[in-house]
């Protein structure tokens, strides 16, 4: 939100031809649009002093009339706004109403309040919501007294995406500011009820992206927030309630939204994914996929609908993915054989390992070493799982020798604990035994003495 | 043998222990249907006498400090040979004493034993079974896992509830706001020091008591303790008690060999209490019932109402002797015997409708 400077210069862009089929009224909407830009960007880069009616000291809650009359009016249009300040950011650090909208917030007369003369905007068009925002948050002298650390390059960023690139061609359809974050009552990004906290994006971007007749128009396919609701992306942000698992901004930029380009993928997931991507560049998988056009990493683990990984995956065979490329009897057939193999050796050596070592919990055995040794196994799995990316069989070869060297210790632990238990059952036999025998023993020697 | 009867003069000589045999040897035990209710206490005596040999080995490597206490547990349970074996003893041991001490204790009341003139028999065995539970209680704390943990934090907090002495109450059982490290120490010394002072003094007189007043018989078996021939207590009752502790070893033995205590994980004072979690069985009577109030009663708090009828039924268990009149002249109160047996089905019902879950 912006505190305006008010002049002249604020007033257009809220009046202009609606018709969107005459196309004089493009011709003329587009020019008012040209305007409305040029006049925004005198009125940011307009020197001096904020009105302290428009823009209290940070902080400290706006205090103005306009939402005194407005939480009056009978209209939910007009009312709703002044009820959603409560909660706004803005509002709650003494930005008035007027810092978006202009005019004068200290008048009770609504002709004094909402004059043109005095800068009063009216509701502002998604065309002039970038700059609106830009003007405070572009500004990073201004952004110093709310947030040190707040970025100040939104708006640069926005004019390199999608969005900001189809409204500067006339699209209102597009995202604005407004869009994601809200126009009145709007929270910080750290707000679990912002929209565009990690846990609420997904629906914010895709109230749009999940319209596949809006879609249409761009030539995107609509079912993108489908795809990505059976990723293990999204399950791990709302069934672990992990936040740093990624979400649509985390890939495709938040303020410079943009789809990454087939050369880019590996680097957006490699954000995460250092090994994996790593590996991938050192294998000849990299300049093989670059050659037919192939995204890196989306090939074999798709774009949205990023599903759990599963060894089954490699090889030849009908549903694994090196069959895409490859086929039986080729160099790169045998390599994934090979790989398979090692995989399958150490999950069947992982698997009896920990068997024995639950058998041995089960009866009662303290069984904490051989648990890290298999912690370190599982590790050592996925370690071997990353050196898939590399293509090279010795490599992920090396990483299962590991896993089977600390597997087998385990094994080794619970066979000592199996050998334990015994001496402990046998233990516990004799001395039952030698119990008895001393009962006994007593039961004759009371008979025998009562007896006499 | 020449040795032993050498000893033995040598020690009779300076201690003149020849009355003490000669009264041991003319002691009798009455024999009638219920003379099984004898055992119980002597069983009780057996399980003490286990806890404290395992009790002093446990010591040899326990670490009474937050930092230490778990670990030193687990190195006694994994790495100290047989030590696995001497904790699960010790941890059953308690259990079953004080289960013999609750079938003692119900035997005597049901069969009238408390009478005049065995009040402070009585009196002294209901303060040993407040001991027992207290040991229990502090014991529980000492490996300083998740659940004892937590179990300590409910239990202690109850005692917050005491009106006046509430707050210094808690301050004193926990050794500050929360249950930290500092009651972990207080807990170690009232398990290994205070309790088990109170306890020597209160059984020697316990044991003293029974010696000096010698069995009772109640009133309607006196008839058939007459016609059957009494056992003298040296050498046949005491042979016959060998077997019934011989019997608790077997018992024990086969608890701590095949259902090893748990240690459970190191208890973490920023964790979240875990599910479900409950005291040690003979406070689970208590600990439902106590849920099972309105958080407020008249505009009382709850838990102090089931909290102070608790102390009030605590009491007259206690003053029975005095309260059940007829007792003292060799009478039996149907209302007496219906409260035991009340008591009885109330302790035994709760703990087990809470072990098979039924007040979740």
Redesign the interface.
């Known amino acids: 939100m912006t505190p305006r400077r008010p002049g002249p210069a604020c007033h257009p862009g809220n009046r202009g031809p609606r018709s969107t089929n005459d196309p004089r009224a493009a011709v003329v909407r587009l020019g008012t649009l040209a305007i409305v830009a040029v006049a925004l960007g005198a009125a940011v880069a307009a020197a001096g002093p904020l009105a302290a009616s428009v823009v209290g000291p940070p902080g400290k809650s706006a205090a103005d009339r306009c939402t005194a009359c407005h939480r009056e009016l009978d209209e939910a249009r007009l009312q709703a706004p002044a009820l959603a300040v409560g909660n706004d950011t803005h509002h709650a650090q003494g930005v008035t109403c007027a810092g978006c909208h202009g005019g004068d917030p200290t008048s009770d007369e609504p002709e004094v309040a909402m004059d043109p003369k005095k800068g009063f905007l009216g509701k502002l068009e998604p065309t002039q919501v970038p700059a609106m925002c830009g003007s405070c948050h572009s500004d990073a002298s201004f952004m110093l007294r709310y947030a040190p650390n707040i970025p100040t390059d939104q708006l640069a960023q926005y004019r390199t995406s999608k969005h900001g690139q189809a409204l500067a061609k006339g699209d209102v359809k597009v995202a604005v500011c407004s869009s994601c974050h809200g126009a009145h009552g709007v929270l910080p990004p750290s707000d679990a009820r912002s929209p565009v906290y990690p846990s609420r994006i997904v629906e914010t971007c895709g109230a749009c992206h999940g319209d596949a007749t809006l879609m249409a128009r761009y030539g995107i396919k609509g079912d993108e927030l489908a795809e990505y609701k059976k990723s293990v992306h999204y399950a791990a942000l709302t069934q672990k309630n992990d936040l740093s698992a990624p979400t649509c901004n985390d890939c495709h930029g938040s303020h410079g939204a943009t789809p990454p380009g087939i050369s880019s993928v590996s680097n957006v997931c490699g954000t995460c994914h250092l090994t994996q991507r790593e590996r991938f560049d050192e294998s000849p998988h990299k300049e093989a996929f670059a050659a037919i056009e192939q995204p890196a990493c989306e090939a074999c683990h798709s774009n949205h609908a990023v599903l759990s990984p599963s060894d089954a995956w490699i090889g030849v065979g009908q549903g694994q993915v090196c069959g895409s490329c490859h086929a039986a009897g080729d160099a790169g057939a045998a390599a994934a054989e090979s790989v398979a193999a090692a995989l399958a050796r150490m999950h069947e050596r992982l698997v009896a390992a920990e068997a024995r070592v639950k058998k041995a919990e089960r009866a009662g055995m303290l069984m904490e070493e051989a648990q890290v040794k298999l912690e370190e196994a599982h590790q050592g799995v996925v370690l071997a799982q990353v050196e898939i990316h590399s293509v090279d069989p010795a490599r992920v070869e090396t990483q299962a020798k590991e896993v089977l060297a600390a597997a087998g210790v385990a094994d080794g632990l619970a066979a000592a604990a199996e050998g334990e238990i015994r001496f402990r059952r046998t233990g516990l036999f004799v001395s039952l035994a030698v119990i008895a025998l001393a009962m006994v023993a007593l039961i004759l020697k009371i008979r025998r003495m009562e007896r006499a | 043998m020449r040795l032993l009867d050498t000893l033995w003069k040598a020690l009779d000589e300076r201690l003149e222990l020849a009355p003490l045999v000669e009264f041991a040897t003319h002691k009798e035990v009455p024999q009638h249907r219920h003379s099984w209710a004898y055992y119980f206490g002597g069983l009780t005596l057996f399980f003490f006498a286990v806890q404290v040999a395992t009790g002093i080995l446990l010591l040899l490597y326990y670490r009474p400090t937050a930092e230490a206490a778990f670990e030193s547990v687990?190195f006694i349970?994994?790495r100290v040979p047989f030590g696995w074996?001497v904790r699960s003893v010790h941890s059953w041991s308690a259990n079953l004493m004080i289960l013999a001490a609750f079938v003692h204790m119900f035997s005597v009341y049901l069969l009238g034993s408390y009478a005049k003139p065995r009040e402070l028999t009585w009196w002294s065995g209901f303060l040993l079974l407040g001991l027992a539970m207290g040991f229990g209680f502090s014991g529980y704390l000492l490996p300083w896992n998740e659940l004892s943990f937590f179990a300590t934090r409910i239990g202690t907090d109850m005692t917050s509830k005491v009106p006046l002495a509430g707050p210094w109450l808690l301050t004193f059982l926990r050794g500050g706001e929360e249950v930290t490290g500092a009651t972990l120490t207080r807990f170690f010394g009232f398990h290994v020091a205070v309790l088990p002072m109170l306890s020597a003094g209160l059984l020697g007189l316990h044991l003293g008591l029974i010696q000096r007043q010698g069995m009772h018989v109640p009133g309607h078996l006196a008839e058939e303790a007459r016609t059957r021939k009494p056992l003298r207590f040296l050498?046949?009752f005491v042979?016959?008690e060998?077997?019934v502790w011989?019997?608790g070893?077997?018992v024990l033995?086969?608890l701590a060999?095949?259902?090893?205590w748990?240690?459970g994980n190191k208890a973490d004072p920023f964790a979240s209490a875990p599910a479900g979690i409950k005291p040690e069985w003979y406070f689970l009577f208590m600990f439902e019932a106590l849920k099972l109030i309105p958080a407020t009663v008249l505009g009382i708090e709850g838990e102090l109402i089931g909290l102070g009828a608790f102390a009030v039924g605590g009491l007259v268990w206690f003053l029975v002797p005095v309260l059940d009149r007829a007792s003292a002249h060799g009478r039996r109160s149907r209302l007496f015997l219906a409260l035991g047996w009340g008591v009885l089905a109330y302790l035994v019902s709760f703990t087990v409708l809470s072990f098979l879950g039924a007040f979740q």
């Open positions: 687990q349970v994994t074996l050498p046949n042979l016959r060998g077997v011989l019997f070893l077997a033995a086969a060999a095949f259902f090893p748990e240690l």
